[in-house]
């Protein structure tokens, strides 16, 4: 098949699955269940993983992946990503990555950057809601908090209508608690840096109860708060998820899939940090 001779140009093809990476994802996968009907066998979870990535890095509609690529149909790859997605298997690599991370002490917890982007939504469906900037079309929100560095801690999806300040909560409480070095694990930063969507006196007195300090803009007052010192690299993160052409625009009516999608493309972020950054490990 085509997928093997591509396997070496994985530089050149972002949705072939590298060894290193699969090693990863491989241990995480659900075992399938027994076929109950005589049929073509089952194509392989690496050949439809890079279906998904496929359709993820193009944009490309699930019914027109080129066979000749060994991906499977597109539908065999979208119930693939909805059954890995209901089994938690993104989660689990993000959690397996950051701790890579944490061992290597790579992890910037001395302050965290919220912030969030809207996309517009082809179709109505759960957590879609009228845009901000036209009432008559549906759109949705990426919220992604990430470390001092923008490596991305949690991400989550909403309805575009949705303000920004009533997912700063949340989003923290999404952050999962990471392991990798002797002692507790670890999921709260010092800081949380937002900008002026975030200003609101009882979020901060909330934020302060979980023992983080809040420094957020307030409205009101001229540009120049000092904050985009720091902010940047939550906007160089979003810069990136956008970058995969299927979360610029959500298609799917489907809330899970979409955000299957987002957690998918949060791991492929968080992944070339793991090689840059724990090479001794």
């Not at 000749?68 to 993000?94: I, K």
């Not at 560095?149 to 999404?174: C, E, F, M, W, Y």
């Not at 709260?188 to 007195?205: A, F, N, S, W």
């Amino acid at each position: 098949m085509l997928v093997a001779l591509f396997v070496g140009k994985r530089n050149c093809r972002p949705w072939i699955v590298s060894d290193e990476l699969w090693s990863l994802i491989e241990p995480l996968l659900p075992v399938p269940g027994p076929k109950l009907v005589a049929g073509r066998p089952r194509v392989p979870d690496r050949q439809a993983l890079c279906g998904i990535l496929f359709v993820l890095h193009t944009g490309i509609q699930w019914e027109y992946p080129p066979q000749e690529l060994g991906f499977g149909s597109g539908m065999t790859c979208w119930r693939r990503l909805a059954a890995w997605n209901e089994a938690g298997v993104w989660d689990r690599l993000h959690v397996v990555l950051l701790q890579k991370l944490r061992a290597a002490k790579q992890l910037d917890w001395s302050r965290a950057v919220i912030d969030s982007t809207h996309v517009r939504a082809a179709r109505r469906g759960p957590r879609s809601g009228p845009s901000p900037v036209d009432r008559a079309r549906p759109g949705s929100k990426h919220h992604v908090l990430v470390d001092g560095q923008g490596i991305p801690l949690a991400v989550s999806l909403t309805g575009g209508n949705r303000s920004d300040v009533r997912q700063l909560l949340p989003l923290l409480a999404k952050v999962p608690s990471v392991a990798g070095l002797v002692g507790r694990r670890r999921r709260r930063p010092d800081v949380v840096l937002g900008d002026r969507g975030y200003d609101h006196d009882k979020y901060r007195r909330l934020v302060w109860a979980l023992g983080i300090k809040p420094v957020i803009a307030r409205r009101g007052t001229p540009h120049g708060s000092g904050l985009g010192v720091h902010r940047w690299v939550v906007e160089r993160t979003i810069a990136w998820l956008h970058g995969f052409q299927r979360l610029r625009v959500r298609w799917e009516r489907r809330d899970d899939i979409h955000e299957a999608f987002l957690s998918l493309a949060t791991c492929l972020i968080t992944h070339p940090h793991v090689q840059r950054l724990c090479q001794d490990l």
